[in-house]
């Protein structure tokens, strides 16, 4: 409303009103944080959350970090800039939009102090990383045509790497076993990894013929077996027991519910609390606790980070706010 009435007032020329918007623009995009600021070495050593900053002004963007003690506490920043993020045991994996004359896309690993270590390209847009619970193995997807997964259509690039080592090569490369059979389709695309403690076994995404799968995927004899049909971007829990995923429920356009599965006895809990569409692979805050990034109502680029108990009907809260991709690094 404010710029409406300036420009009601201001519109002497064609571009009087262009020229205010820009320079609002611009006056928005270079304020310094709101947010109480502290240096990144006072979050040394103890539990903190590794994530996005989406406040708009001078550090949007930029990877953040808080006390998981203190999550609503003071904020340290780096200089380093992602799209996605996800840090474990010294390791960060950011991934990121580079823009230019020609936009590319990149992945790199970061080390404890967010210098870079390496760089690799992405075939496209990025979509989800992860990194193993031990910091040696990396995980990637990008979209390869398309640019988001409400889309029809679209092709995902999955690859898992060794930290400081080699490249274990694009997921569609494994064995694939479909209710016990293997199969090749041709239309098969796989994303959204999470990795089990033994770095060896990850479950992923697995789309083939009109259907997602939680695969088990096994990194030795490179093979990806299907478990469970309806989900898509799963997240183990730190003990391994279960796996939260995103399921859709279903419409005109996808809608997502989470839902949390039992290995061992395949017992599903849908977090039915939690009403709108959760388009994310969702992070472990604890053995009962799930993180996810929601867009906000009304305020471009600009996210939170919510929390919900794993239980049916639990209400979700905000853990975070102006955050996106979060990841707990408990030490």
């Not at 999955?158 to 080592?165: A, F, H, K, Q």
């Not at 279960?242 to 039992?262: I, N, S």
Request: net charge negative; with cysteine.
């Amino acid at each position: 409303m404010i710029f409406g009435v300036i420009c009601a007032v201001a519109l002497t020329g064609a571009g009087a009103c262009v020229v205010i918007a820009v320079q609002r623009a611009a006056a928005r995009a270079d304020a310094p944080p709101k947010v109480a600021v502290t240096p990144a070495e006072a979050l040394e050593g103890e539990p903190r959350v590794v994530f996005r900053n989406t406040e708009i002004g001078s550090r949007y963007g930029l990877v953040s970090v808080v006390s998981l003690a203190d999550p609503d506490g003071p904020r340290a920043f780096t200089d380093v800039a992602c799209d996605r993020v996800y840090a474990a045991a010294g390791t960060t994996s950011c991934l990121r939009v580079k823009r230019g004359l020609a936009t590319t896309f990149e992945a790199v690993q970061l080390d404890a102090d967010w210098n870079q270590v390496e760089s690799w390209g992405l075939p496209g847009v990025p979509s989800r990383t992860r990194v193993s619970a031990d910091g040696t193995l990396m995980a990637t997807t990008s979209f390869v045509t398309g640019h988001s997964y409400m889309q029809v259509g679209f092709s995902t690039a999955t690859d898992i790497r060794e930290v400081g080592g080699k490249d274990l090569g694009n997921l569609e490369g494994f064995t694939l076993v479909v209710d016990g059979r293997r199969v090749r389709p041709a239309d098969r695309n796989i994303w959204g990894v999470t990795f089990a403690r033994d770095d060896n076994t990850f479950y992923a995404t697995v789309a083939t013929g009109g259907t997602t799968y939680l695969a088990r995927g096994d990194l030795s004899a490179r093979t990806l077996t299907t478990l469970h049909a309806g989900a898509e971007c799963p997240s183990l829990s730190p003990d391994g027991r279960r796996v939260a995923f995103k399921h859709d429920v279903g419409g005109p356009t996808p809608r997502w519910q989470v839902v949390v599965l039992d290995l061992a006895s395949g017992a599903e809990t849908t977090l039915d609390g939690e009403t709108r569409s959760v388009d994310d692979q969702v992070e472990w805050l604890d053995d009962d606790s799930l993180l996810y990034g929601l867009p906000r109502d009304g305020e471009a680029g600009v996210s939170d980070i919510w929390q919900i108990k794993t239980t049916a009907g639990a209400a979700p809260s905000i853990f975070i706010e102006q955050a996106w991709s979060p990841s707990i690094v408990r030490s």
